[in-house]
């Protein structure tokens, strides 16, 4: 089965900064790659997702990129702010008309310090 | 707005137990997930259903059963609760051929 792993568990930055999550898998078949994010108390809500046929995609200060052949991709965050604390999730999985399984990995937590 | 919606935010049961997590969606979604997360580990999948009284086993099914009888409700359901499976269970649904997948609130389980 497909296997994720998540770098660094912690991210401490000061605001304004950039911060950067990696993630490997092990599945060359996952072709689906989405990124939640856990406000403390609150459940996981999808911030970007980005599929196997892209290299890079982003929105406003949030970007992802995803090398296929190395089998990992990143999370950026630019300028961040004190509202981006929070539990970050990579996640990989294999998106077909049955829906996705995905497998999630262990979870960053960031903060960031005004 | 797609609604998921778990039935208890805390629960606290005994060691040897039967436990029922409730699990409600309203956006006629044909998957449904239970993942248990613990710190450091993520989100683990327990079992998942793609259509109503089916169910596939996920990467960490020891101790947990599944009943999925209609299409908006999925259930989790400890047989005799155990004290490693105190932890936060979340319940997704998604809809089939598509990506997102909706978390509930979460139930956090605490067997005493």
Known sequence: GENVEQHPSTLSVQEGDSAVIKCTYSDSASNYFPWYKQELG??????????????????????????????????HIT????EDSAVYFCAA???????NMLTFGGGTRLMVKP | DVKV????????????EKVFLECVQ????????????DPGLGLRLIYFSYDVKMKEKGDIPEGYSVSREKKERFSLILESASTNQ???????????????????????????
């Not at chain 1, 300028?79 to 004190?82: A, F, G, I, L, V």
């Not at chain 2, 309203?26 to 997360?37: A, L, P, T, V």
């Open chain 2, 5 to 16: 919606t778990q039935s208890s935010r805390y629960l606290v049961k005994r060691t040897g």
């Open chain 1, 93 to 99: 999985g294999l998106l077909n008309n049955a829906g």
């Open chain 2, 86 to 112: 105190t932890s936060m269970y979340l319940c997704a649904s998604s809809a089939g051929g598509r990506d997102e997948a909706f978390f509930g609130q979460g139930t956090r389980l605490t067997v005493v």
């Open chain 1, 42 to 75: 609150k459940r996981p809500q999808l911030i970007i997702d980005i599929r196997s046929n892209v290299g890079e995609k982003k929105d406003q200060r949030i970007a992802v990129t995803l090398n296929k052949t190395a089998k990992h991709f990143s999370l």
């Open chain 2, 26 to 37: 309203d956006m006629d979604h044909e998957n449904m997930f239970w993942y248990r997360q």
């Open chain 1, 79 to 82: 300028e961040t702010q004190p």
